[in-house]
T-cell receptor
Framework: TQLLEQSPQFLSIQEGENLTVYCNSS?????LQWYRQEPGEGPVLLVT?????EVKKLKRLTFQFGDARKDSSLHITAAQTGDTGLYLC????????????FGQGTELSVKP | GAGVSQSPSNKVTEKGKDVELRCDPI?????LYWYRQSLGQGLEFLIY????????KSGLPSDRFSAERTGGSVSTLTIQRTQQEDSAVYLC?????????????FGEGSWLTVV
């Protein structure tokens, strides 16, 4: 069974600090996605990483896909209060089309 | 509208009642998904429709849960004889196809509370 484990589950930091969220699995994934979800809304896709070792940047957010394609990380530089939300990683289940499994999420709170 | 539309946005129901949740996907999207999310948690897969293929129902937690998709568009998730543990946000999503790295678009969810 493919599983995705995220850590930490909760993170509370001050504005301006840096942080890293991890998404780990014992299974290989063809790709991994990162979503951000705000209260009362559905998750919104931030990025998809496809190639082992790939690094993608989205403004202050840096996403990395592990060389073995079993893990990914999200690094936020100089966090802002607007970064507050639930961050979810997700990956496609092998040979089941677009069906995704999700990690349990990281609840990030950035305080002014 | 341009996005995935779900209704109702909030539903409070008594234990034992049946509920229907509706999802209107983005026009032209062939794949439609239902997920369930408990408070502050990740998403639990429920069911997946792709075109005219038989749906993947492997995530439905019990036979009280069913879903259909009419005309390849609108979908309804039905929960019969609701229980308190069914309380959650039910999220619908759609995508233009069902490849492994395609983008799926979520609706805002239907928040179900069973009292």
């Amino acid at each position: 069974t493919q599983l995705l484990e995220q850590s930490p589950q909760f993170l509370s930091i001050q504005e301006g600090e840096n942080l890293t969220v991890y998404c780990n699995s014992s299974s290989v994934f063809s790709s991994l996605q990162w979503y951000r979800q705000e209260p009362g809304e559905g998750p919104v896709l931030l990025v998809t990483v496809v190639t082992g070792g790939e690094v993608k940047k989205l403004k202050r957010l840096t996403f990395q896909f592990g060389d073995a394609r079993k893990d990914s990380s999200l690094h936020i530089t100089a966090a802002q209060t607007g970064d507050t939300g639930l961050y979810l990683c997700a990956g496609p289940i092998y040979n089941q089309g677009g069906k995704l499994i999700f990690g349990q999420g990281t609840e990030l709170s950035v305080k002014p | 509208g341009a996005g995935v539309s779900q209704s109702p946005s909030n539903k409070v129901t008594e234990k034992g009642k049946d509920v229907e949740l509706r999802c209107d996907p983005i026009s032209g999207h062939t794949a439609l998904y239902w997920y369930r999310q408990s408070l502050g948690q990740g998403l639990e897969f429920l069911i997946y429709f792709q075109g005219n293929s038989a749906p993947d129902k492997s995530g439905l937690p019990s036979d009280r849960f069913s879903a259909e998709r009419t005309g390849g568009s609108v979908s309804t998730l039905t929960i019969q004889r609701t229980q308190q543990e069914d309380s959650a946000v039910y999220l619908c999503a759609s995508s233009p196809w069902s490849g492994a790295s395609n983008t799926i678009y979520f609706g805002e969810g239907s928040w179900l509370t069973v009292v």
